[in-house]
């Protein structure tokens, strides 16, 4: 890693919004770097961000922050990919993400949808506050892999076990994995749900998408 590269880096995980943004476009539009390598030195302050959020260092605040400063860096990057080379970008399989009825949060759903992405998932985002009929919908046309159910509050447990009850229902549970993800999840409420697994963050759910297609 670079000097630069690990500046970047120390600047995002910090929170130097101003800094870091500058120095992303940059890295980006004056020296030409790769923009797969900047979404990259992107994840491993994310991967930061996110160990300091579970260590109680940095709060939602600091998440939402995050975010946006992902939103911005990606605004540049994925253009720059899109030129060249997202052709040759083999997708490791599909994933769609929402985050479920009665719950508005994305902040945790928006990084693991940028994790997914820079990692090689063709990710589908449908939002937040998702009613069931929408998710069906979103299945029988995407044909996802895995299916990520996101939420913040306690109340989206009840919300994720009617969403994936209904999976059942329609007879679509068995064609693809589902995964959950959210502030107080654990594995009594991944058991109450009915979902294949959580993750506790988006470092983990990558690695669930990736072990769960390797094994298909």
């Known amino acids: 890693m670079t000097e630069e590269e690990r500046r970047l880096v120390?600047?995002?995980?910090?929170m130097e919004e101003d800094?870091?943004?500058?120095?992303?476009n940059k890295m980006l539009l004056q020296?030409?770097?790769?923009?797969m390598r900047v979404l990259d030195l992107c994840r491993m302050a994310m991967d930061m961000v996110g160990k300091r959020f579970e260590e109680g260092e940095?709060?939602?605040?600091?998440?939402?922050?995050?975010?946006?400063?992902?939103?911005?860096?990606?605004a540049v990057a994925k253009p720059l990919i899109d030129q060249k080379d997202e052709g040759a970008r083999r997708k490791l399989g599909k994933v769609l993400i929402g985050t479920v009825h009665g719950d508005l949060h994305d902040i945790g759903k928006n990084i693991v949808t940028f994790m997914l992405d820079i990692n090689g998932f063709e990710v589908k985002d449908i939002g937040v506050d998702v009613p069931?009929?929408?998710?069906?919908?979103?299945?029988?046309?995407f044909q996802p892999d895995v299916v990520g159910l996101s939420g913040f509050l306690t109340l989206a447990f009840d919300s994720m076990k009617e969403t994936i009850s209904?999976?059942?229902?329609?007879?679509?549970?068995?064609?693809f994995k589902v995964m959950?993800?959210?502030?107080?999840?654990?594995?009594?409420?991944?058991?109450?749900?009915g979902a294949d697994a959580f993750?506790?963050?988006?470092?983990?759910?990558?690695?669930?998408?990736?072990k769960w297609l390797e094994a298909a």
């Open 19 to 24: 800094e870091a943004l500058a120095l992303a």
């Open 10 to 14: 120390d600047l995002l995980a910090s």
């Open 132 to 141: 069931v009929r929408t998710f069906i919908e979103e299945i029988n046309s």
């Open 180 to 193: 959950i993800g959210g502030g107080q999840i654990d594995e009594t409420v991944r058991a109450y749900t």
């Open 58 to 74: 940095y709060f939602l605040p600091e998440l939402v922050l995050a975010g946006e400063m992902l939103d911005q860096v990606s």
């Open 31 to 35: 020296d030409h770097a790769n923009p």
């Open 166 to 175: 209904a999976f059942e229902k329609e007879g679509v549970r068995g064609q």
């Open 199 to 210: 993750g506790v963050n988006a470092v983990e759910a990558v690695n669930l998408c990736r």
